[in-house]
């Protein structure tokens, strides 16, 4: 299992305006072959931040959505700073 995790920093006044332009990739994944989950969200503290989550079952299915393209929707604002890492996970147990 694959996970993607952390957060990409936006000017504050774009934020809105990013997740508007990105949201139709977060239902294109959950229909995506391999994908468990995936999620850009705002963060509830900081107003220019924007919190990723996504979860594969593998690297393969992650680089076919990757590759898949997008749509010529509206572009959005750009990305100021990100940190955001890939995560192999080699086992999943209840909390």
Known sequence: MIIIAGWLRVDPADRER???AVADVA???R???GCLDFVQAADVLDPGRINV???W???EHLHRFRE???DDGP???PIVGA???KYRISGVEEP
Do not use: M
């Open 57 to 59: 079952e593998s690297d």
């Open 83 to 85: 940190d955001v890492r």
């Open 75 to 77: 572009q959005p604002p």
């Open 18 to 20: 990013y997740l508007e």
């Open 27 to 29: 239902g294109s994944a």
């Open 68 to 70: 898949s393209g997008g």
């Open 53 to 55: 989550y996504e979860r």
């Open 31 to 33: 229909k995506a072959d």
